[in-house]
């Protein structure tokens, strides 16, 4: 499907990635999220990319920047060193994101490195999306063997001091 509108011409004018001030840390699925996205835009697409962060009222103006920097010069640095942009959505100006949306229909559309890598003759198992999928799946999978492992310890513990 995704080779199909490549090859239809189907482009992305712009993609928006959003993320709420309000998380005190990128943690768990925030960077999950955020390396899968990488995977699936690549480095060419970039510029194409704005990274919004929302539910600003919910944060102190100080909270918010130590955040927003945060994310600028740590997180999101390599994203905006290849182009992408920062913006704020707020519910103060309600047209922050349509604005936003508008803004998108400028750009040059462009495609994603899974675009390309399935263009290329890759199968989806075989593009950076694919490898990541299969990494955190790896990853999930030996986290389940492993609590696996130590419940049944602990049910063979409790059957031994009944008997």
Same mark, same amino acid.
């Given at each position: 499907?995704?080779?199909?509108?490549?090859?239809?011409?189907?482009?992305?004018?712009?993609?928006?990635?959003?993320?709420?001030?309000?998380?005190?840390?990128?943690?768990?699925?925030?960077?999950?999220?955020?390396?899968?996205?990488?995977?699936?835009?690549?480095?060419?697409?970039?510029?194409?990319?704005?990274?919004?962060?929302?539910?600003? %009222?919910?944060?102190?103006? #100080? *909270?918010? !920047? +130590?955040?927003?920097?945060?994310? =600028?010069?740590?997180?999101? &640095?390599?994203?905006?060193?290849?182009?992408?942009?920062?913006?704020?959505?707020?519910?103060?100006?309600?047209?922050?994101?349509?604005?936003?949306?508008?803004?998108?229909?400028?750009?040059?559309?462009?495609?994603?490195?899974?675009?390309?890598?399935?263009?290329?003759?890759?199968?989806?198992?075989?593009?950076?999306?694919?490898?990541?999928?299969?990494? %955190?799946?790896?990853?999930? #999978? *030996?986290? !389940? +063997?492993?609590?696996?492992?130590? =419940?049944?310890?602990?049910? &063979?513990?409790?059957?031994?001091?009944?008997?």
């Amino acid at each position: 499907m995704v080779k199909d509108t490549y090859d239809n011409g189907c482009l992305l004018s712009g993609i928006i990635y959003l993320h709420r001030i309000i998380d005190p840390r990128m943690v768990g699925p925030s960077l999950k999220n955020l390396r899968m996205m990488k995977k699936l835009c690549g480095a060419n697409s970039m510029r194409n990319v704005v990274l919004a962060t929302t539910m600003w %009222e919910r944060v102190t103006e #100080e *909270e918010g !920047l +130590r955040r927003e920097s945060e994310l =600028e010069n740590v997180f999101w &640095k390599d994203m905006i060193e290849s182009g992408s942009s920062m913006t704020r959505i707020t519910t103060e100006r309600e047209d922050d994101a349509r604005a936003l949306v508008k803004s998108l229909l400028n750009n040059k559309p462009i495609s994603t490195q899974l675009q390309d890598e399935l263009h290329s003759g890759k199968t989806l198992v075989q593009t950076a999306a694919g490898t990541e999928i299969r990494e %955190e799946m790896a990853k999930l #999978e *030996e986290k !389940l +063997r492993a609590s696996y492992a130590a =419940e049944l310890t602990e049910l &063979k513990r409790a059957q031994r001091n009944r008997e």
